[in-house]
């Protein structure tokens, strides 16, 4: 792909997780992609905690009570009524930690002055559509509850994902202002999947771009919908919704030769059409999932990320 950032195009090709083949296990063996990934996981250097961070993990009910849901905490030492980022990770719904993110959330957390909560969410194929979204629900509720025993504030929630993190925490946003229970106050979707019909401009011209192609896409939505591609249910696919109004204002970032592109785009036109706030930022030369290649792209993107949550947060 010719307009590719040279320098990521570069660290891409030394990443030892080139060794996957995700596009051919998400068809055929979807949970072989975790092993894999742990599996490299745990020849790589660990992160040090920084010095000033308080990181932990936490289990809490689920409404039905059959199963706990792990919340991992990044929490600036010594800081209250910390402004909360509830966030859920990426992996096409089928794969992904939030331990993956660690290099990201110690420095955003740090620098920021917030408290991010990232919800390790059941994952397809084994709990396709709804587990993910109740998951995440579920851990909004308790920190509407009880972010202020942790060092958070109750009323002062965003919440946001990455990839297919972010489907999620979007259709969480739906729900939410439909039961009304919790109030959500700014919506962060990091390259978002946003339809299963993959009929856009971008998912067509970028079908076999590196990071993210079409048959992989195919792949994600089919477990994810238990292959109910045809009729998704409510709140499952956030740009089928039929109505965008009073939902939080948001930051969508998409990636120019990302399939998944347009979709982002027009889910945030969607937003504008019913007067909701959007700051729509397109990343030149990036493809899909750039940030977690270490290269000058990314460095600046993470800096616009930083910039990007005070302003949020100022507003």
């Not at 072989?32 to 490299?40: A, D, H, S, V």
Request: hydrophobic share 40%; glycine share 4%.
């Amino acid at each position: 792909m010719k307009n590719i950032d040279p320098a990521l195009r570069k660290a891409i090709s030394k990443s030892s997780y080139n060794q996957i083949d995700y596009e051919n296990l998400l068809a055929n063996n979807p949970a072989q992609i975790r092993k894999e990934e742990m599996n490299l996981s745990m020849i790589e250097e660990p992160l040090e905690i920084p010095p000033q961070l308080d990181v932990e993990n936490i289990f809490i009910r689920s409404s039905d009570k059959s199963s706990k849901i792990r919340l991992r905490i990044y929490r600036p030492k010594g800081k209250q009524n910390l402004p909360v980022l509830l966030y859920f990770h990426g992996g096409a719904f089928i794969y992904g930690t939030p331990e993956q993110y660690d290099f990201i959330y110690f420095r955003l957390a740090s620098e920021v002055d917030l408290m991010i909560v990232s919800v390790d969410y059941q994952l397809a194929p084994e709990h396709p559509f709804p587990a993910g979204m109740e998951d995440g629900y579920d851990a909004l509720l308790w920190l509407s509850e009880y972010a202020d025993k942790i060092g958070g504030s109750n009323h002062n929630i965003l919440i946001g994902g990455s990839s297919a993190g972010a489907t999620i925490a979007a259709s969480v946003t739906q729900l939410a202002r439909d039961l009304q229970e919790v109030e959500i106050r700014h919506q962060y979707l990091l390259y978002p999947p946003m339809s299963q019909l993959l009929q856009t401009s971008s998912m067509n011209e970028f079908a076999n771009a590196p990071m993210q192609t079409k048959r992989a896409a195919e792949w994600m939505w089919k477990h994810y919908l238990r292959h109910n591609t045809a009729q998704p249910p409510k709140y499952a696919v956030p740009l089928l919704a039929e109505d965008f109004s009073n939902l939080p204002d948001a930051t969508i970032i998409v990636c120019e030769l990302d399939p998944l592109k347009d979709e982002g785009k027009i889910y945030a036109r969607k937003l504008r059409n019913a007067d909701v706030s959007v700051n729509l930022l397109e990343i030149k030369g990036a493809v899909h999932a750039f940030d977690f290649f270490p290269c000058s792209l990314s460095g600046n993107f993470y800096a616009q990320q930083i910039e990007s949550f005070k302003q949020i947060l100022n507003q």
